[in-house]
């Protein structure tokens, strides 16, 4: 569980669920930095996911646009009748539009749905949708319908996050150390692969807990993340006028607190309770500061120590562990093992027997 989390004014406990132990460790110590100057500021659009219904075998696509777009309130209502309860919540399809797409194997027709999902992950109700209209929508356009499928690319269903970090608790070098390391990554897909990869070890741990869909939000946080043509970093880091550090990120979080796992596993809901969120733009909220924390914590690393010196000292008590060590003994071989820079499972072994003969 990482602590130390102040989001909107609200403090959290934030359960993760992931096979590094460093990550947590990170996790806190940056929320508890950006505590000294309010915590973190968050936000999410309306939870719109995207529909489509993929027609190909259209002679006439411009012709076929008009005739789907003439009939937009009527493919809308047949959407909502196959999910009244969300109509009901406040949600169901809001909107349409209509796509026409070059390919190889020639001109394809795209009918978007936009679906308000409410507090669900939606990909249930929005799929179920998609596949309701599509024989209206094939009468319409006088072509054949394939996909019938929600978009992972849930770039209307964003969350928001800004951090502050005082200069004073941070230091003006490790300031700059990330602010070089932040430039790496605009300027190289090959470190803003790695750059995303860290802050996704931290939204992906808190979506595991809650039993989120996790493959979802790693395909809609990269595709995002490549949206402009050039894969480019997440999270934004820049100095204000008084020279401390500040830290922005936005990405699509498609992530619901009912529904599927969400609701039906036990751990989930035990982790859900103690985060104390009440909605899904909430559960976004707390996930998008988790990730610029776990952002900062990673770049600080790399600018200073190196991100391995932290990993070791966690994977040294593991080894020692497997060794057979316990109590205290758990610490003094971990320990041995990480001054003799020699973290295997034999050397473990070897020091813990050395310890027991005294």
Request: glycine share 8%; net charge positive; with cysteine.
């Amino acid at each position: 569980i990482a602590v130390n989390f102040l989001v909107n004014g609200k403090p959290y406990m934030v359960p993760m669920a992931l096979e590094e132990p460093s990550v947590v460790a990170a996790a806190s110590h940056a929320a508890k930095l950006a505590a000294a100057r309010g915590g973190f500021q968050a936000e999410t659009s309306d939870p719109v996911m995207i529909g489509q219904v993929q027609v190909v075998g259209v002679k006439e696509p411009l012709k076929a646009s008009k005739n789907i777009m003439a009939e937009k309130e009527s493919i809308l209502d047949l959407a909502n009748s196959v999910d009244p309860m969300l109509v009901k919540l406040g949600g169901g399809a809001k909107g349409l539009d209509v796509k026409v797409l070059p390919s190889f194997r020639g001109p394809m027709l795209v009918v978007e749905l936009y679906v308000d999902c409410r507090d669900a992950m939606g990909a249930n109700a929005v799929n179920s949708m998609a596949e309701a209209v599509a024989p209206l929508v094939e009468r319409l356009v006088e072509g054949r319908v394939r996909l019938r499928i929600i978009s992972n690319l849930a770039d209307r269903r964003l969350a928001k996050a800004r951090v502050v970090m005082d200069k004073k608790a941070v230091g003006e070098d490790v300031i700059e150390g990330v602010l070089d390391t932040y430039a790496f990554a605009v300027s190289d897909p090959y470190r803003a692969a790695t750059h995303n990869k860290g802050i996704m070890n931290g939204i992906v741990a808190v979506a595991l807990a809650t039993g989120n869909d996790t493959r979802a939000l790693e395909a809609g946080a990269h595709a995002y993340a490549a949206r402009k043509g050039q894969y480019q970093p997440l999270t934004r880091w820049e100095k204000d006028g008084e020279g401390n550090l500040v830290g922005s990120i936005e990405l699509p979080l498609a992530v619901g607190t009912v529904g599927g796992a969400t609701a039906s596993h036990p751990i989930a809901r035990i982790c859900r309770k103690i985060l104390g969120v009440k909605t899904a733009r909430e559960l976004a909220e707390v996930m998008a500061a988790v990730g610029l924390a776990q952002n900062f914590a990673a770049l600080r690393a790399l600018a200073t120590e190196g991100i391995q010196r932290g990993h070791m000292e966690l994977h040294a008590r593991n080894i020692a562990i497997m060794a057979g060590a316990e109590g205290e003994l758990i610490d003094l071989v971990a320990q041995k093992m990480v001054e003799e820079k020699k973290i295997r499972l034999d050397y473990a072994k070897e020091i813990l027997n050395e310890i027991r003969k005294k």
